[in-house]
């Protein structure tokens, strides 16, 4: 997959309904839902949560509607009329979710959160827990066994566990509850969200569907190592190394493309050795855990001889150039 990293401008188009001093909430288009949505803290009788209007405009055909605020003026409240919406939430540092995704979070019904285990929260949890504690978070189990899993029962495994997510979220939907899904990074990139939405779709068609974009990893790695991504024409391509290093060597071929390369901490020995022999191992970063406890960011080279986790990010800018 590759990105065209083309600028654009979007406005902020956010409008609060924020607190004074003796704990009311501001006017304004959502102020009428305070007093029917509690502020989920304690026992849940505080009402009047902060609460956000944020304009949005739908991809033809896609059944998917995605934020795009709008600044002043009336609006499409398209998400505020959005049944599940997908909410990301960065990578790791809570100080990166958006005001956009903490007014989605603390307006909607319901906030769930994918985990591979009940009794653990997952990563997208801990950000919310830590960014806005006052919002409950409901889990998900997920069942994430690689394809060659249980003798190449790994896919069907997995999308399993999304239906069964799906069931329990179209559950709450019925019931006329709106569900925001928090995901790591941003819900359309590498995410468990759009295979969710699929499924709650197949099960209740009509199903009004929403994303809110959250900060990626690579834009995090990028900053933490001083690494400029592209210029001028240069382009970007984003490839993940799940099964091995082959999409990214499809896309080192271009030497003015910038390769960012998404869950292949297992094999970044060998994505290391792919680097040297293709000349590109100069200016190439790892990053790992960013944003959390454990960070680290190096370069490819120095650590490339082990292994790293899943979620491990590598960055390979272009090929520099002699000359003008």
């Known amino acids: 997959m590759t990105f065209d990293v083309s600028p654009t401008s979007v406005a902020p188009g956010v409008t609060t309904g924020a607190r004074d001093s003796a704990g009311a909430t501001g006017s304004g288009p959502v102020a009428s839902r305070g007093a029917a ?11 009047g949560a902060q609460m956000a209007v944020i304009s949005a405009r739908g991809v033809p055909g896609s059944g998917i509607v995605t934020a795009a605020g709008r600044a002043g003026g009336a609006h499409t409240d398209a998400l505020g009329r959005a049944e599940l919406v997908g909410v990301g939430v960065g990578p790791g540092d809570p100080a990166l979710l958006t005001v956009q995704a903490l007014g989605v979070l603390r307006s909607v019904d319901r906030v769930v959160a994918p985990t591979t285990a009940i009794d653990a929260p997952g990563r997208a949890e801990t950000i919310v827990r830590q960014a806005a504690p006052e919002v409950v978070v409901d889990r998900l189990p997920f069942d994430m066994s690689p394809d060659h899993a249980d003798g190449g029962t ?3 495994m997995r999308s399993a566990s999304h239906r069964t997510a799906a069931q329990d979220i179209v559950a709450s939907i019925t019931r006329g509850q709106r569900v925001a899904f928090v995901t790591l990074g941003d819900p359309n990139v590498y995410s468990t969200f759009p ?15 929403a994303t809110v974009p959250g900060i990626c990893a690579f834009q995090v790695l990028a900053a933490r190592a001083g690494t400029v991504l592209t210029d001028g024409v240069q382009r970007m391509a984003l490839v993940t190394a799940l099964d ?8 080192l071929a271009d030497d003015d493309c910038a390769v960012v390369i998404y869950k292949g901490g297992r094999h970044l020995p060998a994505l290391c050795t792919l680097l040297a022999q293709r000349g590109r191992l100069d200016g190439a970063v790892v990053g790992e855990l960013l944003g959390l406890p454990g960070e680290l960011v190096a370069p490819v080279a120095a ?14 800018p272009p090929r520099r150039r002699a000359g003008p």
């Not at 295979?195 to 569907?209: G, H, N």
């Open 303 to 316: 650590v490339g001889g082990r292994g790293a986790s899943y979620l491990a990010t590598v960055i390979v």
């Open 154 to 156: 790994g896919y069907a």
């Open 37 to 47: 949505i509690a502020n989920r803290v304690g026992d849940g009788k505080e009402a």
């Open 195 to 209: 295979s969710v939405a699929a499924e709650v779709r197949a099960l209740r068609p009509q199903t009004v569907v």
């Open 244 to 251: 091995g290093p082959d999409h990214a060597a499809a896309a």
